[in-house]
Structure formats: C-alpha cells, structure tokens
C-alpha cells in the first residue's frame, strides 16, 4: 500500500467516503437534470453561464463561451445551433462590437433551470443553514482545501 493510499485515521476515511458518496449524487442528479432538460452536460453548463453573466449585466460571446467550457469555436458553433433550435438561447448583435455577436439564454430558459434546479438548491441551503458560523467555516475552508489539492494533479507525475 503506498502513502497516498493510506489515510490518517478512520474519521478522515469517512469524510473521504462521504465526499464520495455526495459526488456520486451530485453526479445522478447533472444526469437527470440533463435529462429532464433534454441537454447535455455542456449545454447545460453553458445555458448556466449565460444566465449568469446576463444577471450580472456581462455580454458573451460565442469566444467567450467556448473559453469558459474549453472547447473549440466549432464545436460551440453546433452547441449553439442546438441551442438556438430548442429555444433556450438567441444569437444578438453585440452591442459594441459590430464584427461579433452576443449570446443570450431566452427567458424561458431562466424559467426552466429555475425550476429545474430550484427545489435542489433550497434543499441545499436548508442543510447548509443549520451549520453554525465554527462549521460552516470549518466546511468552507476544507472544500477550498480539497479544491486546490484537486486543481494541482498532475496526469504525468507517477510518484506515489
């Protein structure tokens, strides 16, 4: 058994498995909300960018998009056309910039994520509302730990 197989202690073994376990849900809840929208998981991580940088007054442009979810512009060009067929976003002219265009999810599309995800975010802040000020930051400060130890993996590092 090497190192990073071992854990430091049982409880430490248990929050890793409720990670796991909690991954796992989050994981069969994308699927049927992705199911239920008849989208992919691009599609639906688009149309939530979009609805978010509409509420904060943002433009965003195909490019843009196609940053955001590290693909290529062809592939979001199809992305978009799929979208744009379903109704759930438009292609505009952008209001500064005459060469380009701006992408915007249409209100129904608000509307549907909304409902969609609406009953699960209020189950989430349910739960997260009955951490007291000593959890909820003892919580937050280890997701961002664990966020960092996830975003600094390297594929090509074979040291165990």
Same mark, same amino acid.
């Given at each position: ?83 744009? %067929?379903? =109704?759930? $976003?438009? +292609? &505009? ?5 005459? *060469?380009?265009?701006?992408?915007? /999810? ?9 409902? %969609?995800? =609406?009953? $699960?975010? +209020? &189950? ?5 509302? *009955?951490?007291?000020?000593?959890? /909820? ?9 664990? %966020? ?13």
């Amino acid at each position: 058994m090497s190192a990073a197989d071992r854990v430091a202690s049982p409880l430490a073994a248990e929050v890793l498995s409720a990670m796991r376990a909690y991954r796992t849900a989050e994981a069969a809840m994308r699927r049927r909300t992705r199911e239920s929208m008849q989208m992919g998981e691009n599609d639906l991580t688009a149309l939530r960018y979009l609805l978010k940088a509409q509420g904060e007054g943002r433009v965003v442009t195909p490019g843009m998009l196609a940053d955001h979810l590290g693909m290529k512009s062809a592939s979001v060009t199809v992305m978009l056309d799929r979208l744009t %067929t379903s =109704g759930h $976003l438009d +292609r &505009r002219p952008h209001p500064s910039d005459r *060469r380009s265009l701006a992408v915007v /999810a249409t209100p129904g599309s608000d509307d549907e994520v909304r409902a %969609t995800l =609406g009953r $699960l975010h +209020r &189950r989430m802040i349910t739960v997260t509302s *009955r951490l007291d000020e000593q959890q /909820a930051e003892a919580v937050r400060t280890f997701l961002l730990a664990m %966020t960092e130890a996830a975003s600094q993996v390297d594929t090509t590092d074979t040291a165990a």
